[in-house]
């Protein structure tokens, strides 16, 4: 679970604090802490650089997609980039023994885990070098190196022996971070080795199952919408879920079979707008992705929502603004998944007005978190469902049962913004 060079190299990250890591374990289930970072200078290229990210997913999963029904191997472009939004959420991972921490980005739409953007990787007496060079583009950033097998800890009682890490020789767009903690299907793991092109590299969450340390193969994930440049807010659980992060039950989604969503956390959905239940987008497949900031349709579905809300576009921010009369005018924005309608309130789609200046934007205008994905319905991938969306809502990523959750949670109707 971003990327444009330009942008990055024009970002500075806020530090970010971290908090001491509260270890919950309770039937195999544990929980990680994980921090929320926010740009403190933004740009206006915020939102083409999304567009950009969203059409690297699309490619690459048609690639992907090519490869597979023809028996080949699909180029090594997981396109899913996770640094030049305005926010990520990172997790201080220890790498060896004694361990090394690194601060990696939380990636649900990539599976490669790796170390050394920012810190340089340190062996230690765990550190076992493979015979394969690693390789992944992500959008306009990308890392190439060497696959090491090394001890990998979450927290406390979360250690993984022999977990396979990349370690960089060389990356592009990346800054403030260490790497990736890729938590995204293992098959797009698949041909990011070299000469091992055809050899799925298990994720934590994969081994951590396969090890008996958690007893299902799935993943909850907790973010919260905030309006400070640097929070330690959200929490991964490891083999479950947290109930205190959530409220009500879980609604699972299939695995949609609509290439080439299907490539990654791919889910089926429709959106309508307002009480009449106005149609935004039919019911089409698009992606879950901690790796995005908005929530992105497809471009005549945007169409639909800028007209139903009377937004404008604004040059500065790439985004849509509201006047105030329009503002109190916004609808919900209905997402419907597998039957159940999760509601966006009015306030959810706003941008956190604090940090409009972070992202280019004017102090005390209204922005919208909606945007184009730069492509009309029908790519096989209309929409990603990003931070704006699962930070309204409680997501869980079953690899067990090849599904994506998701619940309401005290923040689903809260007015942050």
């Known amino acids: ?10 970002l500075v990250l806020a530090s970010v604090v971290y908090a001491t890591p509260v270890v919950q374990i309770n039937e195999s289930i544990i929980t990680v802490p994980i921090a929320k970072k926010i740009a403190l200078t933004g740009s206006a290229n915020f939102v083409e650089a999304e567009r950009q990210r969203a059409q690297k997913i699309i490619a690459h999963g048609k690639a992907k997609a090519a490869a597979r029904a023809q028996g080949l191997s699909a180029a090594a472009v997981v396109g899913v980039p996770v640094t030049n939004g305005v926010v990520t959420y990172t997790a201080s991972v220890g790498v060896g023994s004694p361990a090394t921490q690194y601060d990696l ?44 097998t090394d001890t990998v800890t979450l927290a406390s009682g979360l250690v993984i022996p022999g977990q396979s890490i990349g370690v960089a020789s060389t990356s592009t767009g990346f800054s403030g971070v260490d790497g990736i903690l890729g938590i995204g299907p293992v098959d797009l793991t698949l041909d990011t080795l070299s000469p091992d092109t055809n050899t799925p590299i298990p ?21 919260e919408p905030t309006t400070t440049s640097s929070i330690t807010n959200g929490e991964l659980t490891f083999g479950g879920t947290d109930s205190s992060k959530f409220t ?9 079979g ?7 956390w791919g889910i089926n959905e429709s959106i309508t707008y307002g009480t009449s239940n106005t149609a935004i987008l039919s019911s089409t497949a698009g992606i879950v992705d901690t790796g995005t900031t908005l929530i992105l349709i497809s471009s005549d579905a945007f169409s639909r929502y800028q007209k139903a809300t009377g937004a404008t576009a604004d040059r500065a921010t790439g985004l849509l603004k509201l006047t105030t009369a329009n503002l109190n005018k916004l609808q919900n924005l209905n997402f419907n998944i597998n039957g159940v309608t999760f509601e966006l309130t009015p306030n959810a789609q706003l941008f956190p007005r604090s940090l409009n200046t ?13 945007a184009s994905i730069g492509t009309p319905t029908g790519e096989g991938l209309d ?7 699962l930070e309204r809502f409680y997501s869980v990523f079953d690899t067990a049962n090849k599904r994506v959750g998701f619940a309401t949670t005290p923040f689903t109707t809260a007015t942050s913004n």
């Open 248 to 256: 009500g039950s879980i609604t699972f989604a299939p695995i949609t």
């Open 258 to 264: 609509t290439s080439p969503a299907n490539e990654f």
């Open 203 to 223: 994720t934590v969450t994969d081994n951590l199952f396969t090890n008996g340390v958690i007893s299902s193969n799935e993943i909850g994930i907790s973010f």
């Open 1 to 10: 679970m971003a990327k444009f060079s330009a942008l990055l190299s024009a």
């Open 358 to 370: 972070q992202i280019g934007g004017t102090a005390g205008n209204n922005y919208l978190v909606v």
């Open 383 to 389: 929409f990603i469902n990003g931070y704006a969306f």
């Open 105 to 148: 980005l939380i990636d649900t739409g990539s599976s490669n885990t790796w170390v050394g953007a920012g810190k340089a990787y340190v062996k230690t007496s765990t550190s076992v070098q493979t015979k394969d060079k690693v390789s992944v583009t992500y959008g306009s950033g990308s890392f190439s190196g060497t696959e090491f």
